[in-house]
């Protein structure tokens, strides 16, 4: 951990002191101990499984531990699943309410990490994980936060919508994405310039496809980058929602959407 610090003439009590202190605020790793304690990491792991058996620690997951007994409820599931996934960021549902951006709550954590996990869904100390991997070329657009003393990637708002564009069933399905959408332009958070940049990043051209169309419905008034959002994308038709059944298609767009479809449903965002 970035935040640890010990003297190298610490004695190996004081060590071990260093360690269950450091593991009463955070979780720690047994590469992260191994570190502290001086020792080799299959030593550590032996060391830290026997205190687990003590009562001295408690293992949450392989190679991941906190002091004592601790408080599940209070256990920060954001750390959890960056402990788990080292390079990742927590985005989708997770980070938009976080930025303030929708009041529905997600019923897990949603990770975006390079690292292919062995499940897409994970539940661990009763902490539920909706891992998507992702390019390690995809890791822009994030912001570093600190909680219970250590650093965790959140996409920030302007990414976190992207990430919407580009699997609107991220955000709950395409209405419940609109409704967030909504929220950001009105928002302090919003840089519709920095959507445009980071949906160009994302060579995607259903991406631009839905971002244009949206910022038109929800009567945005960025018409400089809608123009652009159309000047880019690729050709051919995509749905609005993979996840609805689409027969009408917006032509202007390359759009299937549901029949009936219509952006009046929509209130005006305001420019």
Partial sequence: MDDVHFNIKQTRKDRITTLLE????TIITVEEAAVILGMPKRETAKLMS???GQGRLSRLKRGLYVSGKPD????????????????CYIG???AAEFWGLTDKKSPEINVFSPRRP???KTVSGGIHLSVRTVPADAMFGLQSILR???????????????DFMIDPHLGGGIQNVIGIFNRYLKS???NVDQLFCYAKKTLNGAVLKRLGYLLEICGSGEFNVMAFCKMLETSGNIKLDPGMSADRLITRWGLWVPAGWESNRYPSCGA
Wanted: proline content about 4%.
């Fill in 148 to 162: 219970q003393h250590a650093d965790i990637l959140v996409s920030d708002p302007a990414r976190t919508i992207i």
């Fill in 188 to 190: 302090g958070h919003r």
């Fill in 50 to 52: 026997r205190w687990a």
């Fill in 72 to 87: 599940l409820a209070n256990l920060d599931p954001w750390l959890f699943a960056t402990r788990i996934y080292h390079s």
């Fill in 92 to 94: 989708a549902l997770s």
């Fill in 118 to 120: 062995k499940n897409l």
């Fill in 22 to 25: 450091l593991a009463n605020h």
